[in-house]
């Protein structure tokens, strides 16, 4: 309940937990990134549900988010809610909407090659569990290795990641990290796209692709840009 002046305002909390906790995260790896931003960037990035590699996956957040949605898995179907409790719900009506969505959903392994890796082993654990728990272990391949050796057989797909910042996690100059990403994006991910959430364009424009920004907000407040690129040329 409000008071301002002589207007009261009275709002219900349909909610309970914040609606970006899907239900599958405790396994957090350095400066996560919320479920619905990373929901957020692969829709902003176009993703068309074709191959996907995140070099830099964290604990897993867009790889598991980029798997749920290929499989068509509901958002908060591991959650519960605060309706739930509320005097007028009805649990049959509930039901039947969760059985909908169940009766929508994708086999396992159905979907395309999601790839996520990282060069801190800690984080392909935390992405591992965190996909087991969001019941897409089988979609995504964790793997620990760093960028320099990363080798796909796809064709196309995008490589989508939430670069490091320097700001939270520290770490010194991250030029050479950037570029090294640039170099290894053209030399073996030729006909594949780019889409890299950031905080400095300084550092975006180490990896020497041709990208523009489409979304911008603030995470965590610091204010980043998602900037995507077109096929990757050697």
Do not use: M
Not at 4 to 26: E, F, N, Y
Not at 206 to 219: N, S, T, Y
């Amino acid at each position: 309940v409000r008071l301002d002046a002589d207007q009261v305002s009275i709002r219900i909390d349909t909610s309970g937990d914040p609606l970006h906790r899907r239900g599958w995260r405790p396994e957090l790896a350095k400066a996560p990134l919320r479920e619905t931003a990373a929901a957020a960037l692969l829709l902003a990035a176009g993703w068309a549900g074709d191959a996907l590699v995140d070099p830099c996956c964290g604990s897993g957040t867009i790889p598991i988010e980029a798997a749920c949605r290929a499989r068509g898995l509901a958002p908060g179907r591991l959650r519960s809610f605060a309706f739930q409790s509320a005097p007028g719900f009805e649990p049959g009506t509930w039901a039947s909407v969760q059985g909908a969505a169940r009766a929508a959903e994708r086999p396992a392994g159905a979907g395309p090659p999601i790839v996520a890796r990282d060069r801190d082993a800690g984080a392909v654990a935390a992405t591992r569990a965190n996909a087991e728990r969001a019941g897409v272990f089988d979609d995504v391949v964790g793997e620990h290795a760093a960028g320099s050796v990363q080798v796909e057989p796809a064709s196309a797909g995008l490589v989508v990641s939430n670069l490091p910042f320097g700001h939270r996690v520290g770490g010194g100059d991250l030029r050479n990290l950037y570029a090294r990403l640039g170099t290894v994006l053209r030399d073996r991910f030729a006909g594949w796209r780019g889409a890299f959430l950031a905080a400095d364009r300084a550092l975006t424009g180490q990896l020497g692709l041709d990208v523009e920004p489409v979304l911008a907000f603030d995470l965590g407040g610091i204010p980043v840009q998602l900037v995507v690129s077109g096929p990757f040329a050697r």
